[in-house]
């Protein structure tokens, strides 16, 4: 496989947007009240941390001194009582955070999953499955890492941060620049590094989704890949993307790295002046031996936060890509979508009607130019002609998966445009040459066609496609499941059960696109009675290669550049002598 196909957005950039956070956040006001009893124990956490180095100051300077254990005692028990309560906080805040974050992902998966569900078939085309599971699955996860963090600790570090230099300064100026006087320098080196790890995480992102798509594409593409016999040469694809990624990630973390050293330097450097300033202070009696010691914590205090918010950083570039690319999809809008004054089609006859049809998938490439046709309810129409002709796109355009360019589609004299697209797509039956059938048992992907079948009809329309021999041989009968393991169905066979699930939710438009093409011969004809009973009272397009489905057709459309180029039926085709007689002479000889 190509392994550039799986390198396709590796330049996408990614910037911290604010709009992304406040959406986010958004989430959130719901939850007001656990978020404000969070922010609570956070100010609780806070006031204890900070208090426990003023407690040795003051059992420093006035207990130790003067060997008085009971004042020694009273202020261990404080700091004890505080240390529980701070931790018991800490806890909960945890086990709130966790439940707030985890019902707004439930939320925001819903969202996303009812939202995909009835976008239009151009965002199908363009994206593969692999990528809109990762939406659905690892890019909710880094929404939750980024609500609980960020809460548990942007905010409590942040807070802790300037509260810990408004102390310090109100403790002592002198001593207080002195300890902090390489932030300024952090701060600038962070700013540099943080830069390029950025975009080395970046590359790191990427080689980590190519290597999911490809997983998934290969995986998707198993039979292929096998009966090629192309194993070995996917593995060593797989295995190259891995080391790319391998390699990402080091020159990532080896820059990362350079924080700890910086921030540690910075943090003794510090120390250590305080510590000689305060050393000089303490001599000429401007401070006490316990506000020096204090202050040495509080410079603990002040630094370890700040590894934290740098780590943080990195985290939140890489779940907030996560979070645009969420919000993106929730913000794609279905191509197609119903008007607002949308009227809800009524039981239909089946008469449809092509004005001046032009249709492209891309902008300035049309597929299907100037089409005209009228089609009376009941017939049977066949569509015959090259691959790439443009067969599919016509019955595509009829179910409105794609709206068209210029021109109107009439059904029953209605524009598909001005009835709701569910109205209108229930009357219509779709069959296509790749039958999809559901985990569960026959029965269900029957029903189907018709939520609240019985049993009897889902027998009845079983019968009437043939498929019911075959089913009742099953060892379960209807109760077979397919798409596990166990009841293993051929491809003709699964075209049956979608044979009846179509004629159970009885269309009165109903389209075959080259629904029997996986079908042997002798199971065509078996099947034949039960699409011509598929085919009776109701207007039908049918995409077929075999002439002997399309001989029988009311009026046959030969598609060809952009349009239909010979209509009529097979007798007067033939005698037309044009396309669809040379395509029929060439069958003909094909198989006598
Ligand atoms: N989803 C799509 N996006 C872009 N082009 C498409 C899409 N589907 C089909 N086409 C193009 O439109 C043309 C007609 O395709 P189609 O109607 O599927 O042909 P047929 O069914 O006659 O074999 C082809 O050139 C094909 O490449
Ligand atoms: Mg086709």
């Known amino acids: 496989m190509p392994i550039n196909n799986f390198r396709e957005d590796e330049q996408s950039k990614e910037v911290v947007k604010m709009v992304t956070i406040k959406r986010l956040f958004s989430y959130m006001k719901d939850y007001k009240k656990d978020v ?5 124990f956070m100010v609780v956490i806070i006031g204890i941390s900070i208090i426990n180095p003023i407690l040795i100051m003051i059992a420093i300077d006035k207990y130790i001194r003067n060997n008085d254990y009971k004042g020694l005692v009273i202020i261990g028990s404080i700091a004890m009582v505080n240390n529980i309560i701070a931790y018991v906080l800490v806890k909960k805040r945890i086990i709130i955070m966790s439940r707030v974050s985890n019902e707004i992902l439930m939320k925001i998966r819903q969202e996303l999953y009812q939202h995909i569900q009835q976008l239009s078939f151009n965002f199908f085309d ?11 699955i690892g890019d909710v996860n880094s929404l939750k890492v980024i609500l609980t963090n960020s809460v548990i600790t942007l905010i409590p570090d942040f807070a802790t941060i300037i ?13 207080a620049l002195v300890g902090l006087c390489l932030l300024p320098v952090l701060i600038l080196g962070m700013y540099f590094v943080e830069v390029r790890a950025h975009k080395r995480w970046q590359i790191v992102r990427k080689k980590n989704s190519n290597i999911n798509a490809f997983t998934h594409e290969d995986f998707s593409g198993i039979r292929v890949v096998q009966s ?110 119903d008007i607002e004054q949308a009227m809800i089609m009524p039981n239909i006859l089946g008469n449809v009607e092509f004005n001046h049809v032009t249709f492209g998938y891309v902008p300035n490439t049309h597929v299907l130019e100037n089409v005209s046709f009228k089609i009376q309810k009941g017939e049977t129409i066949a569509l015959v002609g090259p691959t790439g002709a443009g067969k599919t796109t016509i019955v595509n355009l009829l179910s409105r998966f794609y709206d068209i360019n210029e021109g109107s589609i009439l059904v029953d004299g209605m524009n598909i445009k001005d009835v709701t697209i569910e109205s209108l797509r229930q009357q219509m039956g779709i069959m296509t040459q790749d039958t999809f059938l559901f985990s569960g048992t026959i029965k269900d992907n029957i029903r189907y066609g018709k939520l609240d079948a019985t049993d009897d009809e889902i027998i009845e329309a079983a019968k009437a496609v043939h498929a019911h021999e ?91 550049k952009g349009g239909i180029i010979e209509q009529g039926n097979h007798e007067q085709l033939l005698e037309f002598k044009g396309i669809y007689y040379n395509l029929y002479m060439a069958q003909f000889k094909a198989i006598s």
Not at 36 to 40: K, Q, Y
Not at 517 to 533: C, F, N, P, W, Y
């Open 228 to 337: 090629f016999a192309a194993e070995k040469q996917t593995s060593n694809t797989f295995r190259q993307l891995l080391s790319e990624h391998q390699a990402s990630f080091f020159s990532a973390v080896k820059l990362n790295n350079l924080f700890w050293p910086m921030v540690e330097i910075s943090w003794g450097i510090g120390t250590a002046l305080v510590f000689m300033l305060g050393v000089d202070m303490r001599e000429t009696g401007e401070i006490s031996v316990g506000l020096l010691v204090a202050f040495i914590s509080y410079i603990g205090m002040f630094w370890r936060p700040i590894v934290n918010l740098s780590n943080f950083y990195n985290q939140l570039i890489t779940n907030l890509a996560g979070a645009e690319r969420i919000f993106e999809i929730l913000d794609t809008k279905p191509d197609i979508k």
């Open 470 to 560: 075959f089913i009742l041989k099953l060892e379960n009968g209807y109760d077979s499941k397919v798409n596990e393991r166990g009841t293993k169905l051929s491809v003709g066979q699964r075209q049956l059960i979608a044979f009846a699930r179509t004629l159970l939710s009885k269309p009165k438009i109903l389209i075959l696109d080259e629904a029997t093409s996986s079908i042997d011969t002798h199971t065509e004809r078996l099947v034949q009675k039960g699409i011509t009973a598929l085919l009776k009272n109701r207007t039908s397009f049918v995409i077929a290669h075999r002439l002997s489905t399309i001989q029988k057709a009311d009026r046959i459309f030969v598609v060809d």
């Open 126 to 136: 363009n994206r593969p499955v692999g990528k809109i599971l990762a939406r659905v």
């Open 36 to 40: 404000l009893i969070v922010l609570a």
């Open 163 to 175: 509260v810990v230099m408004i102390i310090m300064f109100s403790l002592n100026a002198k001593l």
